[in-house]
């Protein structure tokens, strides 16, 4: 017989169990990951598990009061069950509201007189981790906590769950159906491999919000009171998220901490530049939101070249770099595109080289050409254009995101030799 998600999620989590002999939940304050913590809670209750699970909840500073209220209740009312990792540590994170301003630094001792809040009590700080410097990332302190947990337990084998959903983007639906088979345990395609005897499990990635919605309802979980607020304000349900408030995913939506919570949003205004542009414009072609309109006499390039001119030298030299990479990519090896792409882009008499073969796993082959003003085709997003470059600047991606862009090879370097570096304090 067919089974639904709840029963699917709970075979799942009877396999991680069985399997590994350490688990952690991430958790993170949003009704995703907080119905994949009860999942776990309710499953030891009915199974009668007497070991702990790890609860590690990255701590941001800046998150709505709602968010704080809820994250206490589920470690007040579970403490007999979980060890809490509460984690108030100050790595980079990215920020999109400023042109001035490519990360921020929760927890900064720098800005000690401007946190929105204290520090909450037996949290981890910088302190207690020995891998944590300066240089890193939010997401490198995630795989690198990883590993330390793994060893300060003497695990076997150490389980991380994480509870996205493949409904949520295309990024999360890719992370789950293109995960290779050596990265997989035991080829379950919902696992994914970090290092030796370390795995991520993605145990509800496959419930849609109103599943979510459901499990709450009819189990009668706690949740976090802040989707209550944002129901009120009128938020359709699949953008109600709790996240960082200045990654891009969180641009148009900024605006509603000064209407949901207004004494967080007074206090957030002087931790990062430009958090009160963003708010006001957040949603609008300003930060090329809506459709972004090419203004009277300039063509893409000649105003990727204006909007260049208005920014800090820094920004300016990193998006010119970041141009530069992508044109030389695009004009020596080339990006992989479908037949349908290839057709209509030859439809369109751009010239083009079209080559056969690639190193890359794809059924879609590679194209040489040269960075064009503008392409009128649905897949604009995959093609080397000036507008692109026009939308990141206007979104305050200093990573170019939008533009396919990945680590660089300095920065996957960095992350390797920190890791590299811990793996051979352990061994």
Not at 323 to 335: A, E, T
Request: net charge positive; charged share 25%.
């Amino acid at each position: 017989m067919k089974k639904n998600v709840y029963e699917r999620a709970m075979r799942r989590i009877k396999l991680l169990f069985d399997e590994f002999d350490n688990i952690y939940v991430s958790f993170s304050g949003g009704k995703d990951s907080g119905v994949m913590l009860n999942l776990c809670l309710q499953y030891m209750k009915e199974n009668n598990i007497q070991r702990k699970i790890g609860v590690f909840h990255l701590d941001y500073e800046i998150q709505y009061n709602e968010t704080c209220r809820y994250i206490d209740r589920v470690f007040k009312e579970n403490r007999d069950m979980i060890d809490l990792y509460h984690i108030c540590v100050p790595f980079k994170v990215v920020t999109c509201t400023s042109m001035y301003q490519t990360f921020w630094r929760p927890w900064d001792d720098a800005c000690k007189e401007f946190w929105v809040r204290d520090i909450p009590a037996n949290s981890h700080t910088k302190q207690d981790f020995s891998f944590y410097n300066d240089e890193m990332w939010d997401y490198e302190f995630q795989t690198l906590f990883a590993q330390w947990y793994h060893h300060q337990k003497s695990a076997r084998k150490t389980c991380c769950l994480v509870g996205i959903r493949t409904q949520e983007s295309f990024h999360r639906w890719r992370a789950i159906h293109s995960n290779k088979r050596q990265n997989m345990y035991q080829n379950l395609k919902w696992t994914h491999k970090l290092i030796d005897d370390i795995y991520n499990a993605y145990v509800i990635h496959d419930w849609l919000t109103t599943d979510i919605w459901t499990a709450n309802g009819r189990f009668g979980w706690d949740y976090n009171k802040l989707y209550d607020l944002y129901y009120q304000a009128g938020v359709n349900l699949e953008k109600q998220r709790v996240a960082s408030p200045f990654i891009s995913a969180a641009q148009e939506s900024l605006s509603l901490y000064r209407a949901i919570d207004p004494d967080m949003w007074g206090k957030m205004l002087c931790r990062a530049n430009g958090v009160n542009f963003t708010a006001i414009y957040g949603n609008s072609t300003a930060v090329a939101r809506q459709k972004i309109i090419l203004p009277p006499g300039h063509t893409w390039e000649s105003y990727m070249h204006f909007l260049l001119s208005t920014l800090p030298e820094e920004t300016r030299l990193n998006y010119l770099q970041k141009l530069s990479v992508s044109i030389n990519f695009w004009r020596n090896k080339g990006g992989c595109l479908s037949d349908n792409t290839i057709k209509q882009l030859r439809d369109s008499g751009i010239e083009m080289k079209v080559l056969e073969e690639t190193n890359y796993k794809t059924y879609k082959r590679p194209v040489r050409m040269e960075y064009q003003d503008d392409i009128d085709i649905h897949e604009f997003k995959d093609l080397p254009t000036y507008k692109r470059m026009c939308v990141c600047i206007l979104k305050n991606d200093h990573l170019c995101k939008y533009m396919g862009f990945a680590l660089t090879k300095k920065e996957i370097s960095n992350r390797k030799k920190i890791m590299d570096f811990y793996q051979s304090v352990y061994k």
